[in-house]
């Protein structure tokens, strides 16, 4: 009996074919210098978990068939939002007059944080709404939010702000933390995309709203003929889109231990959106895996670490090869597209 592959899961292998192929690549390149340690693992994760969390978001509105470019700056937006909220003047009083008086201060960091996720969810909800009710481009509707977070942002500090709270700078670093051999520990942002990650994938594949999102992103003209609930689900993808920026703010909070309205999340939509598209996701929606997206994170993060231990080649490469992924990985989607409306005509 003769196996044939389904043709949805070959950019799907491809890209674990590309990341088998990076790290075989590293590990005979820089065996000598560390690379194959459990440590530079467990960084691989870390240093990529807010952008992990926010390209789950971006999965699910380009399965839908959507775009979301607000990511970057919504991560910047709750950044801030949750080092005002925790702020606390009498830990740093030379900072009075200086952090946005119409937020209120001094509220415990799981208090802040979860503010800050509710706002991401509404602000994710209203962009739906907009695009369901009002039949506007998620691309205008997405760039428009894009601006309004940022300015958002600015308007409650326009520098970064310190967060000293010792929730931050104990619970977070040093208790939270889940021991690995070696000596190496699991930082608490890696077990947060775990944890977001497990549930991602449990909605998709086993949930109705999983189903309609992949019945709309394929064809949402039949998924409205099939009596499903094409505005609902919409104003939901958006909705979970949001919550995920605003969780990948919170993660970047917690990495770095401040909010920072102009660096944080700078470009970081464009990354989550090619991190999706390396992880075999079709950018015209209805076909992908939350698991390739995974993979295409630890493509991005893999690439920077090659080139961190190479030395001698500029950041700017990631860019480069990122980009060349990218380009190669939409020429295979639409070889596969092609192919498989060739087979239907037959």
């Known amino acids: 009996m003769k196996l044939r592959l389904d043709a949805k899961y070959i950019p ?3 890209s674990a074919a590309v990341l088998v192929l990076l790290y075989g690549a590293g590990c005979v390149a820089f065996s000598g210098r560390g690379f194959t340690e459990l440590r530079v693992i467990v960084d691989l994760f870390g240093d990529n978990a807010f ?8 999965t699910f509105v380009i399965l839908s068939g959507g775009i979301d470019l607000s990511a970057g700056s919504v991560v910047a937006l709750t950044s801030i939002l949750v080092a005002t909220l925790v702020f606390d003047p009498a830990r740093d009083p030379r900072l009075v007059g200086h952090v946005a ?8 960091p799981v208090a802040a944080v979860g503010i800050a996720l509710a ?4 602000f994710g909800a209203a962009m739906g709404c907009l695009i369901h009710f009002f039949r506007l481009p998620p691309f205008l509707v997405t760039l428009g939010g894009m601006f309004f977070a940022r300015g958002l942002a600015f308007t409650i500090k326009t520098e970064s702000l310190s967060i ?5 700078l104990e619970t977070i670093r040093e208790h939270l933390r889940i021991p690995l051999p070696s000596g190496v520990d699991m930082p608490f942002a890696v077990i947060c995309l775990a944890a977001l990650f497990l549930l991602g994938l449990f909605v998709l594949h086993f949930t109705r709203l999983g189903r309609n999102v992949y019945a709309i992103g394929g064809d949402e003209n039949s998924a409205v003929l ?4 094409v505005g609902r689900t919409k104003i939901l993808v958006y909705t979970v889109a949001g919550f995920c920026s605003a969780a990948a703010g919170v993660l970047y909070t917690f990495a770095l231990s401040k909010g920072d309205p ?4 700078v470009g970081l939509e464009l990354d989550a959106i090619a991190s999706v598209v390396i992880g075999g996701t ?3 929606g209805g076909l992908g895996f939350l698991a390739g997206t995974m993979i295409g994170v630890l493509i991005f993060g893999l690439i920077q670490t090659l080139i961190n231990f190479q030395g001698s080649l500029s950041a700017w490469w990631t860019r480069i090869a990122v980009g060349l992924l990218v380009l190669l990985f939409i020429l295979l989607q639409n070889a596969i597209t092609a192919a498989t409306r060739r087979r239907s005509r037959h």
């Open 12 to 14: 799907l292998l491809a």
């Open 51 to 58: 952008l992990g969390v926010a390209a789950i978001g971006a």
């Open 101 to 108: 008086e119409w937020l209120p201060h001094g509220l415990h």
């Open 119 to 122: 706002f991401g969810a509404a």
């Open 164 to 168: 000293k709270h010792p929730f931050y």
């Open 226 to 229: 099939m009596g499903l609930p």
């Open 262 to 265: 102009a660096q944080a999340g």
């Open 282 to 284: 079709l950018l015209s």
